[in-house]
Antibody, heavy 119, light 110 residues
Framework: QLQLQESGPGLVKPSETLSLTCIVS??????????WGWIRQPPEKGLGWIGS???????YYNPSLKSRVSISVDTSKNQFSLNLNSVTAADTAVYYC???????????WGQGTLVTVSS | QSVLTQPPSASGTPGQRATISCSGS????????VNWYQHLPGTAPKLLIH???QRPSGVPDRFSGSKSGTSASLAISGLQSGDEADYYC???????????FGTGTKVTVL
């Protein structure tokens, strides 16, 4: 059974870079037709897609975050990562890593991890 | 953040029916299928409905979905206390090349 586990700091200072990694188990990033991505939910707000990556490294980013976000994949470790730079309090959210299907709203979710931006 | 519009809340007494609407646009719901997710705080969202009206194995038939034009809806019949959760619609957006989600609806069983 597929499991996605987010890891990374729970507290990031303003203007710094938020970095999270998603470890995939029970399934392989390589050789599948799935995309791998990040979705976040700020407190008391709805869900928002951040971006996705295919095993080849092809990326798709939400235009609202494109200038600050980078997603990478390491197929040898079966994991993928998120970097979001120049963070502000508005980036405080629960961050979910996810397995996605391109062209579909189908999502397999990780448990989520809360990242707080504060000095 | 959220592109699809849902009412913030819905409620009913046990056994009643609750309906949640989801409004989008031509680039998302108008062109693509809709999924619904049930979300309990601190847990991963759970797929309730996929491809507009299909229930995954294990989801009770009390949950049903429909879509018309640029809107979709989720109906929960025979409300139970265990249905108290946040519900989100989702659709692929052709302009974004990514999924978009609803604003979320909190269901309360009175």
């Amino acid at each position: 059974q597929l499991q996605l586990q987010e890891s990374g700091p729970g507290l990031v200072k303003p203007s710094e870079t938020l970095s999270l990694t998603c470890i995939v188990s029970g399934g392989s990033i390589s050789g599948s037709s799935y995309y791998w991505g990040w979705i976040r939910q700020p407190p008391e707000k709805g869900l928002g897609w951040i971006g996705s990556i295919y095993e080849t490294g092809s990326t798709y980013y939400n235009p609202s975050l494109k200038s600050r976000v980078s997603i990478s994949v390491d197929t040898s470790k079966n994991q993928f990562s998120l970097n979001l730079n120049s963070v502000t309090a508005a980036d405080t959210a629960v961050y979910y890593c996810a397995r996605l299907v391109f062209g579909s709203p189908y999502v397999d979710w990780g448990q989520g991890t809360l990242v707080t931006v504060s000095s | 953040q959220s592109v699809l519009t849902q009412p913030p809340s819905a409620s009913g007494t046990p056994g009643q029916r609750a309906t949640i609407s989801c409004s989008g646009s031509r680039s998302n719901i108008g062109s693509n299928t809709v999924n619904w997710y049930q979300h309990l705080p601190g847990t991963a969202p759970k797929l309730l409905i996929h491809t507009n009206n299909q229930r995954p194995s294990g989801v009770p038939d009390r949950f049903s979905g429909s879509k018309s034009g640029t809107s979709a809806s989720l109906a929960i019949s025979g409300l139970q206390s265990g249905d108290e959760a946040d519900y989100y619609c989702a659709a692929w957006d052709d302009s974004l090349d990514g999924p978009v989600f609803g604003t979320g609806t909190k269901v309360t069983v009175l």
